[in-house]
């Protein structure tokens, strides 16, 4: 259930970059913020609906005929990817809007981030 999270956050905040760069042509700084704040508040949306679909998981691997004994293990792997939804919707959203103000290199910082969220979340 994380990766479908993961698709439908990236899906929706990759739209961010084609909005975003229609409103910074016009040079309308104002909407592009109203977007990004949009989009990550959907995008925060998306990754708790995803998220929550986890609590069921065991359950449906069970529906769909895996052995109960491998559903069991699941869910101790399946957590982290679901709460690390919620750093990567803001950091696809920061990533998508960087991109459409022409900050070259918008990759670094992900990557930074998502350094800096991964040991905020393991520790």
Same mark, same amino acid.
């Given at each position: 259930?994380?990766?479908?999270?993961?698709?439908?956050?990236? !899906?929706?905040?990759?739209?961010?970059?084609?909005? /975003?760069?229609?409103?910074? @042509?016009?040079?309308?700084?104002?909407?592009?913020?109203?977007?990004?704040?949009?989009?990550?508040?959907?995008?925060?949306?998306? #990754?708790?609906? #995803?998220?929550?679909?986890? *609590?069921?998981?065991?359950?449906?691997?069970? &529906?769909? !005929?895996?052995?109960?004994?491998? #559903?069991?293990?699941?869910? @101790?792997?399946?957590?982290?990817?679901?709460?690390?939804? *919620?750093? *990567?919707?803001?950091? #696809?959203?920061?990533?998508?809007?960087?991109?459409?103000?022409?900050?070259?290199?918008?990759?670094?910082?992900?990557?930074?981030? /998502?350094?800096?969220?991964?040991? &905020?979340?393991?520790?």
């Amino acid at each position: 259930m994380s990766i479908t999270g993961y698709v439908m956050i990236y !899906g929706f905040t990759s739209a961010l970059a084609t909005i /975003s760069s229609h409103e910074s @042509g016009k040079g309308n700084s104002r909407e592009i913020g109203i977007q990004l704040h949009q989009c990550i508040f959907f995008s925060l949306i998306l #990754a708790a609906f #995803a998220g929550s679909l986890n *609590f069921w998981v065991k359950d449906m691997l069970i &529906l769909t !005929g895996q052995p109960e004994d491998v #559903a069991e293990l699941v869910p @101790g792997y399946v957590w982290p990817m679901a709460i690390s939804l *919620f750093p *990567f919707s803001l950091i #696809a959203s920061a990533v998508n809007y960087l991109d459409a103000q022409q900050i070259f290199d918008p990759a670094s910082y992900s990557t930074l981030l /998502s350094f800096v969220f991964r040991f &905020l979340v393991c520790l």
